[in-house]
Every structure is written in structure tokens, then in C-alpha cells.
């Protein structure tokens, strides 16, 4: 495992999620629970699990849901005894992650580089990842990076194929059905994967809005 101690991972997490309406009305997308753990846990974990384990994350709609979730995270993630008599405390089991976590309000309507641009001083002027709060994949980050080093470029996105919206035939000049092909990758459309890798003179075509 390699440490990218000196990189921090920038995760857009402020957006209001209308596509899962009927969870974010009472929570902002990245606080969907899946497995009874938030996205943005699985996300910092796929990051943590490869050696980035400092974050910045740009908080937005619903935005205390998301600092109440890990302000209080030792005591929610642990088993505790209260002794209201001696105000006394005692915690039985200690969750230990590996996060160092800044927690950012970049604005309940921002767009998306607007968001990014609020928290470039807390980018300290060094490489970054970027993502998105809402996605998980088995993305090999150490490879990400490596390529985008070898680039030489300021920014570097993960692209993935479009599946089909429909199931294809394959029928052939006297009009049988040879097979049915469900869903194919549209070769032709390529789209954002949602994990970055970028240069802190990126920042220099943002605008803070």
C-alpha cells in the first residue's frame, strides 16, 4: 500500500439530488445509507483502503447532516456506558478510521466549480483528487494517478462507456432472430467516471460562483 499522505481528496457533497427525491428530501444525496453506511463513507473508504486518507469535502444543501454525522462519530459508531450520577462517560468499542476530514460550506446554490474554487486553500498548492458524493466503483486510484503524472497534464478524468437503454437483435437477411444482445456499452458515447486527478493550476480557470 502505498501512502498519499501529502494528497488530499476533494469530494463534492452539496448538491440536492433531485433523481433520488424521495431520500434527499430528508438528507443530502451522499448521506443515503447503503449497507446502514452513508455513500460518502464508502467513497472515503475506497480511498483510505489506497493510501489518501485527508479529505475536503464541499458541503451544501442539508450540509449540518453531514458535520453532525462525523462530529459525532465516535460516540454513534461505539458502545457506550453513562453514568448520569458521576457524569461519567466509558466507550467500549472505538471504530477507528484512518480520516482526516475537512468540512467546508461552499453555499446551498453554488455550481460545481464554484464549489471547487471555495476550498482551494485548503489544497495547500499540491496535486488533488477530485470526486463526487454520490458514486462508488473499483477504481485503481493508484493507477489514476500515476497515469496522470505521466501525462503532464493539469487534469485527468476516468471515463466510462454508456450502457444501451434497450436490448439489441441480431437478425439476419431472411429476418430471423439469430440472437438478442441485452443492453449493450455504446461504443460511440463515453461519459465522466467521477474520479479525477487534477493540478492546483486548475484553479486559475475557476471562477468562485
Known sequence: LIKYEFMKVVIFAGGLGTRLMEETEARPKPMVEIGGKPILWHIMK????????????CLGYKQEMVKEYFINYYYNN??????????????????????????????????????????????DNKTFMLTYGDGVSNIDLN?????????GKIATLTSVQLPGRFGNLDINESGQVIKFIEKPEDEAVWINGGFMVLEPEVFKYLSGE
Not at 475506497?46 to 469535502?57: A, L, R
Not at 493507477?143 to 501525462?151: M, R, T, V, W
Open 46 to 57: 475506497i480511498y483510505e483502503h489506497q493510501g489518501f486518507n485527508e479529505f475536503v469535502i
Open 78 to 123: 461505539s458502545d457506550i456506558t453513562i453514568d448520569l450520577n458521576k457524569n461519567e462517560t466509558t466507550v467500549h468499542f472505538e471504530p477507528k478510521e484512518n480520516f482526516k476530514i475537512t468540512l467546508v460550506d461552499t453555499g446551498y446554490a453554488t455550481n460545481t466549480a464554484g464549489r471547487l474554487k471555495l476550498v482551494e486553500k485548503y489544497i
Open 143 to 151: 493507477s489514476l494517478y500515476q497515469f496522470h503524472k505521466s501525462s
